[in-house]
């Protein structure tokens, strides 16, 4: 009777999260749950309470609704008694949000809510909680995206700024909400640059006010943000290059509401975007007025790109984003010049800047900086694999033919690339020497700055030459780490982890050549000698014990769902492995690269009957969308969040053995160190896991001899 009251509460849990994930926002999913939680429980009430306010409830109409009387049942469950309903059952759960809230069901009559129905309801309110949580951090991600996009387009400032209060009120949820700039006049007053919820009058009394008073003044003295609870609100400083020249205040539309750690980092995001377009149309202003453009190409000169670069810095100093500058120099144009006279060289010139200027994004900046020689600034890149991507691209711009003085003229071009350095100055001076490598190296290519330049290109150059010879020459091994049943410590699979065997530099960790093999279309075959290798290892282990072997796929694997899945089962059949034994890894960002893509990819796979885990889940996107739509099996907690169970923070380890067990998934947790951490995880309800604490990652032989050993079904316990 138990286990069928457990399948049933577990198959309602199951469909409320599908069914709350499925609505578009927030405020949908709300009034979607209450409905749902209405029916299933046969409850004639449900409401979800949240700061002394009723955000959602069912069994009352909109105009009849006794606010006050279920916010006090909500605090007080015993009085059990609701107008129009008369004496009832309630059941009651707090919902662990920042702002107090409950979600409350209310039932006609004397029967009591039994234990499975109750459990239900606080299940319930943990998926409203990680749901609604979801939304909102995805509103405020589209919403700063959007302010991105708008000072990148350089629009005008005001239009920046109010679309900053706008979002603010949105997603912080203010009834007022209001931006102030100092004056630059005069610096002891604030002006009202634009706000939302301002009566009329109150907002003409109020344009210009001491700089100092409430709590945007002391926002802007002490450089922070304060936040008050009575009456609930928060202010956040606003600044122009560093400089703290205004504030944002938001004030909370009603009593009883709390701003919690989620509200004030999405008021901090909006403060500093608002910082962001008053500083780029500072420096936007200053370049147009001075008109720092080469008369030759039209493109910015030398000073007005140092400009643009000194922004550049101060924005990733903040924001934590990258940068890159390209310098390029024409190879062979003193030839074009001498040979067809300066006329023909200044018309070469100027095709070249036209060709670069359509081989970058409009918000890159190309400039001359004389002679033949040109730089190139690309903001908010991904890393130096997207910069030596614009480089070949501009490389192959510059091959086609230019028509010069009646003739077609072929040239190529040296690119220096530098990413990092203290000031604008010095990543110059970097990119130069780089260009310079690059000439060195035979022209018409691009060199990446590193301090010892010359050393770092002959050694890449010979790991590149050395991967591509690594399986024939038989220099990889696999290493295996146990994945363990937490509360005995056995055995019930590995994770294969792939080693280089270099002859001089020794043995190879993944992270400094699996990058490089990706780059150079190796990763295919790596990635099938990995598969084929794991397989044949351990399908000979499980004469010892019934292993689960654990292989990672990179996101290259997946672009080809034939040949990958043919790997597979190539793998399978000659080792004669189980495919139920083998467990593919996928991490959340190879996944969201290409949906339909990796869908139909891992379709194929399923077919085969093996098992699809994603690796350390949390990190990335953590849709409850693509658990319902991709056939996995596995989540595993990324170690980051075992590691804050050492601190007492196991908010987000419990979400996703949760979220596991709502979808039927098993959890494995990874990077586990510590006892304490193996105790908190069982506590949590996840039953397995690895990591250092059980075992570091061995060769062959090493976990051969273990399992061959009498009684070592168990690792030891450690303490």
């Known amino acids: 009777m138990h286990e069928r009251a457990e399948s049933w509460s577990t198959h309602q849990l199951t469909e409320f999260l599908a069914l709350v994930s499925s609505f578009a926002d927030a405020r949908a999913a709300t009034r979607g749950a209450v409905e749902h939680a209405a029916e299933v429980l046969d ?6 309470i949240r700061g002394g306010a009723v955000d959602a409830a069912i069994g009352y109409p909109a105009d009849a609704l006794p606010e006050t009387e279920l916010v006090a049942l909500a605090d007080d469950p015993q009085r059990a008694h609701l107008e129009g309903l008369g004496d009832c059952r309630v059941a009651v759960v707090r919902l662990e949000t920042d702002e107090p809230g409950h979600l409350l069901a209310a039932r006609a009559g004397s029967e009591e809510f039994t234990r ?12 409203l909680v990680m749901t609604v949580r979801m939304f909102q951090r995805q509103r405020l991600l589209e919403r700063l995206s959007g302010l991105q996009r708008m000072i990148v387009r350089r629009a005008e400032p005001p239009d920046v700024l109010h679309a900053v209060v706008a979002g603010a009120a949105e997603l912080v949820g203010g009834a007022i909400v209001s931006l102030r700039l100092l004056d630059p006049e005069d610096p002891a007053a604030a002006v009202l640059m634009a706000s939302i919820g301002l009566d009329p009058e109150v907002q003409a009394q109020t344009e210009r006010m001491p700089a100092d008073a409430g709590l945007g003044g002391r926002a802007m003295r002490e450089d922070r943000l304060i936040v008050s609870e009575t009456p609930a609100a928060m202010a956040a400083p606003v600044r122009e290059e560093g400089r703290v020249i205004g504030t944002i205040v938001v004030t909370a539309p ?11 980092e999405a008021l901090l995001a909006f ?35 140092l400009d643009r670069l000194d922004l550049g810095l101060s924005r990733v100093q903040r924001s934590k984003s990258k940068l890159a500058v390209l310098f390029l120099d024409i190879d062979r144009f003193k030839i074009v010049n001498d040979s067809l006279g300066h006329a023909a060289g200044d018309e070469l010139l100027r095709e070249v800047a036209a060709r ?15 002679g033949d020689e040109f730089a ?7 890393g130096i694999a997207a910069v030596e991507h614009v480089a070949l691209r501009i490389l192959r711009a510059l091959r086609a033919p230019f028509s010069v003085a009646g003739r077609d003229v072929f040239v190529s071009a040296s690119i220096g690339i530098a990413m990092e350095a203290a000031s604008a100055g010095d990543m110059i001076r970097d990119a130069d020497l780089a260009m310079y490598r690059a000439k060195a190296e035979g022209k018409g290519c691009h060199a990446v700055f590193e301090p010892a330049m010359h050393v770092a290109v002959v050694e890449r150059a010979d790991l590149e030459a050395d991967l591509q010879r690594v399986i024939e020459r038989d220099q990889l091994v696999l290493h295996y780490q146990p994945i363990v049943a937490l509360g005995n410590r056995a055995i019930i699979g590995v994770e294969a982890l792939v080693r280089w065997r270099h002859p001089t530099r020794g043995l190879v960790a993944p992270e400094a050549f699996i990058p490089l093999a990706e780059e150079t279309q190796v990763m295919a075959e790596l990635g099938r ?59 959340e960002t190879a996944l969201m690269r290409d949906v339909t893509e990796t869908i139909s990819c891992l379709r194929a796979l399923k077919k085969l009957g093996v098992l699809l885990a994603v690796d350390d889940f949390g990190t990335g996107y953590s849709s409850l969308d693509y658990l319902r739509r991709f056939p996995i099996d596995i989540l595993k907690i990324d170690k980051a969040f075992v590691d804050d169970l050492g601190a007492g923070d ?25 006892e304490s951490q193996r105790q908190r995880l069982l506590e949590l309800g996840c039953s397995h896991g690895q990591g250092f604490y059980f075992s570091r990652p061995m060769p062959a032989c090493e976990f051969g001899a273990l399992l061959s050993a009498a009684g070592a079904v168990q690792l030891p316990s450690r303490r």
């Open 650 to 674: 196991a908010t987000l380890a419990q979400a996703i053995i949760d979220l596991g067990e709502s979808f039927d998934l098993q959890v494995i947790a990874e990077g586990v160190e510590h």
């Open 356 to 370: 670069l200027v359509a081989s970058i994004r409009p918000g890159d900046t190309a400039a001359r900086f004389g």
């Open 254 to 264: 009603r009593a009883g509401r709390r701003y919690g750690a989620d509200d004030q």
């Open 43 to 48: 409850a004639e009430v449900v409401a979800v």
């Open 376 to 382: 190139i600034l690309l903001e908010d890149v991904e």
């Open 271 to 305: 403060a500093e975007h608002a910082s962001l377009a008053l500083t780029d149309a500072r420096m936007v202003r200053d370049a147009l007025h001075q008109a720092f453009h080469d008369p030759l190409t039209d493109l910015p000169n030398r000073a007005l790109f």
């Open 529 to 587: 000698w990995i598969l084929t290798e794991g397989c044949r290892e351990v399908a000979a282990w499980r004469g010892l014990r019934p292993l689960r072997l654990s292989v990672n796929l990179s996101a290259m694997q997946l672009h080809s769902a034939d040949v990958l899945a043919g790997h597979v089962a190539a793998a399978l059949a000659e080792s004669g492995l189980p495919p139920e034994a083998l467990v593919l890894e996928i991490t």
């Open 116 to 127: 499975e129905e109750l459990d239900l309801l606080l299940g319930m309110a943990r998926v």
